[in-house]
């Protein structure tokens, strides 16, 4: 292994293998730390946990523990993989995660780069944007786990790090690898362990990654993985074997629990054309809707390729929250969802579609799969997986805001054929 991740969801993970594996690297997402060693063709692997929303302290013992599995098998370098709207709060988990793996890789500086500039995240002054608009004016501000309500990354990071934070600026970007790699530098001399690197086009990230080809840790989105692929190629180690993936034929379901204001869109327009099942978390949570009612309601309409969604108005979740608290809704609703993909997976539906980084969490953690093989692209960010474990389904597991409007029946043709 040449390069290890660490991803602090699964969606991220899946995003991330992608960069990596259309860089031509071989590529494997690992769900969990594995107890046993990676396959000798792995030339990336990437460690996904559902680290993103649980204690700081939990979420470092986790990151660690995948630190010292890839190091273990023989990871030269260690990239950190949050998402690219930066979701974390105060507290963490961003902060104390980076803060850790310092430590542990013994790292002068690590970058910071929440850049993926295909979805329309980008890095300026440091400050992050979405779609061209503040993060905090994107819609993120009201994400019900972690609400995003400052743009400013080094203000935000600074919150969760015992450290000083620094910049590398846009205008030092453009001027190269070399002036990046200097300023770089020079945050590591005034003692700054975290450096916010602006970007806002890929040729940036190639810049970026090119300056960092050395470096004991990198953070950030997937962007960052678009300049790494190319230092190994210029040492000579990469295979050229890629990844294998082979579509599947069966029945297909779809299964949202993002909120968010593309998810949301994206389930209007899926509907609108196959059969939907909405589910509330009040109804979860007294009992009235259970996986089994969904499941025949699944299995009644199979033939429609039909969608079970949770992907309700962000005051509607935050009212059910006030009710029965944010824990106990978000444990109701990914333990509902990974019921029921257990369920449907064991009656032969072989294709599922999960939108939402908790939700795609819960189904992969339900299906005991082992680890993914890549597969082809189907929007940016976002591949087609093929699941190794005791049920071999086809996946593709969607960050809330990735993806066009048409994106599920996009990924169910991916995925296979009826």
Same mark, same amino acid.
């Given at each position: 292994?040449?390069?290890?991740?660490?991803?602090?969801?699964?969606?991220?993970?899946?995003?991330?293998?992608?960069?990596?594996?259309?860089?031509?690297?071989?590529?494997?997402?690992?769900?969990?730390?594995?107890?046993?060693?990676?396959?000798?063709?792995?030339?990336?692997?990437?460690?996904?946990?559902?680290?993103?929303?649980?204690?700081?302290?939990?979420?470092? !013992?986790?990151?660690?523990?995948?630190?010292?599995?890839?190091?273990?098998?023989?990871?030269?370098?260690?990239?950190?993989?949050?998402?690219?709207?930066?979701?974390?709060?105060?507290?963490?988990?961003?902060?104390?995660?980076?803060?850790?793996?310092?430590?542990?890789?013994?790292?002068?500086?690590?970058?910071?780069?929440?850049?993926?500039?295909?979805?329309?995240?980008?890095?300026?002054?440091?400050?992050?944007?979405?779609?061209?608009?503040?993060?905090?004016?994107?819609?993120?501000?009201?994400?019900?786990?972690?609400?995003?309500?400052?743009?400013?990354?080094?203000?935000?990071?600074?919150?969760?790090?015992?450290?000083?934070?620094?910049?590398?600026?846009?205008?030092?970007?453009?001027?190269?690898?070399?002036?990046?790699?200097?300023?770089?530098?020079?945050?590591?001399?005034?003692?700054?362990?975290?450096?916010?690197?602006?970007?806002?086009?890929?040729?940036?990230?190639?810049?970026?990654?090119?300056?960092?080809?050395?470096?004991?840790?990198?953070?950030?989105?997937?962007?960052?993985?678009?300049?790494?692929?190319?230092?190994?190629?210029?040492?000579?180690?990469?295979?050229?074997?890629?990844?294998?993936?082979?579509?599947?034929?069966?029945?297909?379901?779809?299964?949202?629990?993002?909120?968010?204001?593309?998810?949301?869109?994206?389930?209007?327009?899926?509907?609108?054309?196959?059969?939907?099942?909405?589910?509330?978390?009040?109804?979860?949570?007294?009992?009235?809707?259970?996986?089994?009612?969904?499941?025949?309601?699944?299995?009644?309409?199979?033939?429609?390729?039909?969608?079970?969604?949770?992907? !309700?108005?962000?005051?509607?979740?935050?009212?059910?929250?006030?009710?029965?608290?944010?824990?106990?809704?978000?444990?109701?609703?990914?333990?509902?969802?990974?019921?029921?993909?257990?369920?449907?997976?064991?009656?032969?539906?072989?294709?599922?579609?999960?939108?939402?980084?908790?939700?795609?969490?819960?189904?992969?953690?339900?299906?005991?799969?082992?680890?993914?093989?890549?597969?082809?692209?189907?929007?940016?960010?976002?591949?087609?997986?093929?699941?190794?474990?005791?049920?071999?389904?086809?996946? !593709?597991?969607?960050?809330?805001?990735?993806?066009?409007?048409?994106?599920?029946?996009?990924?169910?043709?991916?995925?296979? !054929?009826?």
């Amino acid at each position: 292994m040449l390069l290890g991740c660490i991803a602090d969801d699964f969606t991220g993970a899946s995003d991330l293998a992608n960069t990596l594996a259309k860089g031509g690297m071989a590529t494997m997402q690992f769900v969990g730390v594995p107890q046993t060693k990676a396959p000798a063709e792995c030339e990336a692997g990437v460690v996904a946990l559902k680290s993103r929303t649980v204690a700081p302290a939990d979420a470092v !013992a986790q990151s660690l523990a995948a630190c010292e599995w890839l190091l273990a098998q023989g990871a030269k370098q260690i990239l950190f993989k949050y998402c690219s709207t930066f979701d974390s709060t105060k507290e963490g988990n961003i902060g104390p995660v980076a803060d850790a793996l310092i430590k542990r890789l013994g790292a002068d500086v690590a970058v910071v780069c929440p850049v993926f500039p295909a979805t329309g995240r980008t890095l300026f002054n440091g400050h992050l944007f979405v779609n061209g608009r503040l993060l905090n004016e994107s819609g993120m501000q009201n994400h019900p786990l972690t609400p995003m309500t400052d743009p400013d990354i080094r203000r935000w990071l600074g919150y969760q790090t015992k450290t000083e934070v620094g910049l590398v600026p846009f205008a030092t970007v453009r001027a190269g690898a070399d002036a990046i790699g200097k300023a770089l530098s020079a945050e590591a001399a005034a003692g700054r362990c975290l450096a916010v690197v602006d970007a806002v086009g890929d040729e940036d990230l190639h810049a970026i990654g090119a300056a960092i080809s050395g470096a004991k840790l990198i953070t950030g989105g997937s962007g960052i993985a678009l300049g790494l692929p190319e230092n190994f190629r210029r040492q000579g180690l990469l295979s050229g074997r890629g990844t294998s993936f082979t579509q599947a034929k069966g029945a297909a379901a779809v299964l949202s629990g993002s909120c968010s204001v593309q998810s949301r869109a994206q389930v209007k327009a899926y509907t609108a054309k196959h059969p939907g099942l909405v589910v509330m978390p009040d109804d979860v949570i007294s009992g009235a809707m259970t996986p089994q009612i969904a499941f025949d309601h699944v299995i009644g309409r199979i033939a429609l390729a039909p969608m079970v969604y949770s992907s !309700a108005d962000p005051d509607d979740v935050r009212a059910a929250q006030e009710r029965h608290g944010k824990e106990e809704v978000a444990e109701a609703i990914e333990g509902f969802f990974g019921e029921l993909a257990i369920m449907l997976a064991d009656a032969g539906v072989s294709r599922l579609v999960v939108g939402g980084g908790e939700t795609s969490g819960a189904v992969v953690t339900a299906l005991e799969v082992d680890r993914f093989h890549i597969g082809p692209e189907i929007d940016p960010g976002v591949p087609a997986l093929a699941a190794q474990g005791p049920r071999p389904v086809r996946l !593709a597991l969607k960050s809330g805001n990735f993806g066009a409007l048409d994106f599920y029946d996009k990924a169910l043709a991916a995925l296979g !054929a009826p």
